[in-house]
DNA sequence: CTGAAAGCGCTAACAT
DNA sequence: ATGTTAGCGCTTTCAG
């Protein structure tokens, strides 16, 4: 029976059982909408739920049911911590569309250099979800030690090697493409590339999308148009790799950076030499940061949907856990073109 | 058994009693570090666990114990929509801690006009949480429906007026006296201020240490000096805002805005009215968010640790629930001055 | 179409 | 100090 913990009385499913005058197995057929349920039966069972104001719960579903109602999220440190609300954006998206689908999500973080016999995030050891999301780049190391718990995964904004999973990705080569075609249409005919950890994926493959239509241009692209060997996609190396780039060829007017913050810095270090934007020289990044806004002169960008990528994610998640088949998908989120202030016709 | 549900064998307590060779109660005696435990037997289980890499699992935990190890995260669609992170990192900052509690955090927000009646979130229907943190401000029908379920609630950076509940503030008081005393120092007799939602406890106590300051000094702060009828805390209020009070009063060399959007808002107003920050007037803001970095020129501010304001929140939710005493406490999280460039001497 | 009953994995009296 | 046992609230065969 239902019990007074304290003050509250927390109906259970026997006194829903009780009040509509069935047995508690003809309750639980109701509440998970099975057939083969009279339609009187169910109206009544509804009514008595409706009158306790029942809702069963989940600890005693999960039990029997062996599915938590909860979805684990993996973020790593590095990632968790960064400034730009890249992945938390993405992460709220989750939790977003997880509200819609009745689950929960928890967040967890993993140490950026995850090693095989690491300790696992303490819902997949106990249990405690039904399925998991990984966000950005993660150790493969990971993936390998998740892979004994066969529990669903589906990636976001990267993916392993194997072809295994269900993967939510941004639309990075036509990213790519969109930021030096817009140079290009600009009149700009030497146009820089740089970028931080070129060796993933996301990252290798806005650069291709550049190496494309230059190609498709007939203009050049040469090891003196990119700097390519940034460890990471900061601020710090943006500023380091426009000095390289800048010292390397004179003759470039725009600056395509592989992701905001590394545009950050590529303005920077312009303008502590005195170089002018975009009169002097252009600049584009990628991603859409929010700190953009407040950019003197404002970043123009390629823009990504950060919370759709989340709902996708969700929704992957979702097919999988509901139709129980491991149907691999792979989900291109749109790209789109933002032309601010940093961007202008070659002065020169 | 445990089983092998689909290839992963999966221990239960049962596998643990039988290579320990003892029965169950007492492996769960051991995982609860309950005392009256030999420490042979000890050992003995310990051994048994770590043998079979053994995990009790949280539903069925949760199921008997009635406490299912998860903490509820209430913030209004406005706040979680928020473009800066504020609540954000506060939420982080819970993420943070509730791991080193064995927490999960379960976010969720509810309608910014949340009204009785409503549906309240899904985890209090579900008894999926063992207690509520709720940060910003919300509703009072929202506290008023939760009460009803008697969970411990933790507030973050709000409060109702009753004086029921833990809390975690920031120390705004000293933040707002921090701000004018450092505009003082700076030579300024003619400090405004800028508020939008001047109920909120906050921003009263904000405005509450300028006129504590400002009398202190001996200086004026009429009606003439300070604009607080703006509805939101937002850019565009505080550009409206600046607009305002600039109109009613020439004199003024510095504006203290409550927070840093109203002080962004104030400095888009100052430009495009070509009044020159900080020669013409100084500018300070409070929150130090991310966006600050990249202004023009810096905004001197008042920084708050918001992820300190989230670990302070688990501590206090986990001392109510390890030590079931509801003592009420209320933590003042420091504030601290961050001069950048937006402050500087009156020129005139 | 509905009910009786077993049991999910764990905890907590109560025995021993 | 340890074991026995009765459930926690729910789902799910299996009978009827």
Do not use: W
């Not at 069963?56 to 029997?64: E, K, N």
């Not at 249990?127 to 529990?151: F, H, M, Q, S, W």
């Not at 060997?229 to 710090?236: C, H, K, L, M, V």
């Amino acid at each position: 029976m239902g019990k007074r913990a304290t003050e509250v009385f927390v109906p259970t499913i026997k006194d829903v059982a009780k009040t509509a005058n069935v047995s508690t197995a003809t309750v639980s057929l109701v509440i998970n909408n099975h057939e083969r349920i009279s339609p009187e039966t169910r109206l009544k069972v509804n009514k008595a739920i409706e009158e306790l104001n029942y809702h069963p719960f989940r600890s005693a579903r999960g039990l029997v049911s062996q599915k938590t109602g909860n979805i684990g999220f993996i973020l790593t440190e590095d990632h968790f911590l960064r400034s730009e609300p890249f992945y938390t954006r993405i992460f709220l998206g989750t939790e977003f569309a997880a509200r819609e689908n009745e689950f929960y999500i928890l967040l967890t973080t993993i140490p950026s250099d995850f090693k095989a016999g690491d300790r696992l995030p303490r819902f997949v050891l106990e249990r405690n979800v039904d399925g998991i999301i990984i966000a950005g780049k993660v150790p493969c190391d990971l993936i390998t030690a998740l892979e004994k718990y066969n529990l669903p995964l589906v990636f976001i904004d990267y993916y392993p090697e194997n072809n295994k999973y269900s993967e939510v990705l941004i639309d990075n080569i036509s990213g790519g493409k969109k930021a030096v075609q817009c140079l290009i249409k600009l009149g700009h005919k030497d146009i820089g590339f740089i970028a931080g950890d070129i060796h993933h994926p996301s990252i290798k493959d806005r650069f291709q999308g550049y190496k494309m239509v230059l190609e498709e241009a007939g203009l050049s692209y040469d090891l003196n148009y990119y700097v390519t060997d940034e460890d990471n996609p900061a601020r710090e190396n943006g500023y380091s790799a426009a000095k390289k780039l800048l010292k390397k060829n004179e003759k470039i007017t725009a600056i395509f950076a592989c992701n905001d913050a590394m545009a950050i810095g590529v303005m920077q270090y312009l303008k502590e030499n005195k170089i002018k934007i975009p009169d002097d020289i252009s600049i584009i990044g990628f991603d859409n940061v929010e700190a953009d806004l407040s950019l003197d002169p404002p970043l123009s960008t390629i823009s990504v949907e950060k919370t759709d990528m989340g709902i996708e994610a969700i929704r992957l998640m979702n097919e999988i856990l509901k139709n129980k088949v491991k149907t691999i998908k792979k989900v291109l989120v749109p790209v789109e073109l933002i032309c601010r202030k940093s961007t202008e016709q070659p002065k020169n």
